[in-house]
């Protein structure tokens, strides 16, 4: 055990029984959403020549796995992941399969390709919601948790840099499809070995005796829909962190299209390479460096001056006179981005209660891709029309504003039961 003086630290996370296997399980079947954008546009393209169509596919298999993401992180907290989780990753690597297979050689239909791009995004399993679900089962240790949480961002943000790369080596060794079946492959294995775990079987027991033995169940003339939105969103802790996360992901999808256009305009498009690794290991330092320290300040606090001060280091961004300072602005930048994600997610487990624990932090991802979706397609129609440094400005906008909000929000709830008293 750890002593006051002395926080418990990474190597406690993992020497957690268990916890190295499920772990590892949940991030090799996450590799399949690092390897599978890049494989899949690059195979939607070289099989149709057709950049238009394989952005159109790639926007609806994003928009699907997004908004449908609380949905199938519904059904994990209903029938537990041992029983919801397989079919969706059957289903979700059959589709990857038949796209694999209908890209491997040109001349396939535009039609069906974006019907099995939109098949698969609607069953993209939720295995990082469940990785973290499983964290809060597995550390009951607030602090404890906050570092497993943060090495969990931080290991996924890797994820999305090694796959575009292993998917970029497939497909100049192979063909893009052999990338977008390796994908398949990947969500299947580690999906199996994570819903075999110990730790999955134990925790759907222990949750499934904790919702029959404390939790009440609808009457007779209660709607089991309104009640479960109820039990869900009734105390509003949810919002905050969903709030923030959207503003969050908007800084960074702007910013993903700005690194490109002022490397461009600099006649160093390649550089950007670097800006984004730069912001990348940012993040990572950030991330670790933010697990280890025992806060006593409130998750809202932090989370608000976290997007605060992302948003501010966004800004000044775009006055960079080179692309080594915006390098190393982004990577100012990156040291606030996975401390936001885990606050975010620490914020959503706290808020709902065992039995949603899982659809609460499939919200904060949807919010966090949503924004980022949004960003890019926002700033891209402003990129055109004004000065690069005022379209950093505008792209920072969403951080501020929405920790300006969630603070507001947060201190009128506070003054509320104050006046009741």
């Known amino acids: 055990m750890s002593s006051p003086s002395r926080p418990p630290s990474y190597i406690a996370v993992l020497r957690t029984p268990q916890a190295c296997r499920v772990f590892g399980a949940a991030l090799l079947g996450r590799l399949s959403y690092g390897t599978v954008f890049l494989s899949l546009v690059l195979a939607l393209t070289s099989a149709t020549g057709s950049y238009a169509v394989a952005g159109g596919a790639m926007a609806l298999f994003g928009l699907t796995s997004s908004l449908l993401s609380p949905l199938r992180a519904d059904l994990i907290d209903r029938y537990g992941p041992r029983r919801a989780l397989p079919p969706m990753a059957v289903l979700y690597a059959?589709?990857?399969?038949?796209?694999?297979?209908?890209?491997?050689?040109p001349g396939a239909s535009g039609a069906l390709l974006a019907t099995l791009a939109v098949a698969a995004g609607a069953c993209t399993p939720p295995l990082g919601p469940v990785m973290r679900t499983l964290w809060s089962d597995l550390?009951?240790?607030?602090?404890?948790?906050?570092?497993?949480?943060?090495?969990d961002t931080v290991a996924e943000e890797l994820l999305f840099v090694t796959g575009p790369l292993l998917a970029g080596l497939l497909a100049a060794l192979a063909?893009?499809?052999a990338g977008v079946a390796l994908s398949a492959l990947l969500v299947l294995i580690g999906t199996f070995a994570l819903v075999s775990s110990p730790v999955v079987?134990?925790?759907?027991?222990l949750r499934a005796g904790t919702v029959s033995a404390g939790m009440p169940h609808p009457g007779p003339d209660t709607d089991p829909a309104s009640s479960r939105w109820r039990q869900m969103y009734g105390m509003g802790g949810l919002i905050h962190p969903v709030v923030v996360s959207v503003g969050v992901g908007m800084c960074l999808g702007a910013l993903s299209l700005l690194m490109v256009v002022f490397a461009g305009r600099h006649h160093q498009g390649a550089a950007v390479a670097w800006v984004e690794a730069a912001l990348s290991v940012g993040s990572a330092v950030g991330g670790l460096a933010y697990g280890a320290?025992?806060?006593?300040?409130?998750?809202?606090?932090?989370?608000s001056a976290l997007a605060a001060a992302l948003g501010l280091t966004l800004a000044a961004a775009?006055?960079?006179?080179n692309l080594y300072v915006l390098a190393a602005v982004a990577g100012v930048a990156g040291l606030f981005v996975a401390p936001a994600l885990t606050t975010a997610y620490l914020l959503a487990d706290e808020s709902a209660a065992p039995q949603n624990r899982t659809r609460a932090g499939a919200w904060v991802n949807t919010a966090f891709n949503i924004g980022a979706s949004s960003g890019t397609a926002a700033i891209g129609l402003l990129v055109g029309n004004l000065p690069l440094a005022l379209c950093f400005v505008v792209a920072a906008a969403p951080a501020l504003l929405s920790a300006v909000m969630a603070l507001g929000r947060q201190r009128r709830s506070a003054t509320v039961p104050a006046l009741n008293r």
């Open 94 to 105: 059959l589709l990857l399969v038949c796209l694999a297979a209908a890209t491997w050689q």
């Open 139 to 151: 550390l009951a240790d607030r602090q404890l948790l906050q570092r497993a949480y943060s090495l």
């Open 175 to 177: 063909k893009p499809a």
């Open 201 to 205: 079987r134990a925790a759907q027991t």
């Open 293 to 303: 320290v025992s806060w006593r300040v409130s998750g809202q606090v932090r989370l």
């Open 318 to 321: 775009g006055f960079s006179p």
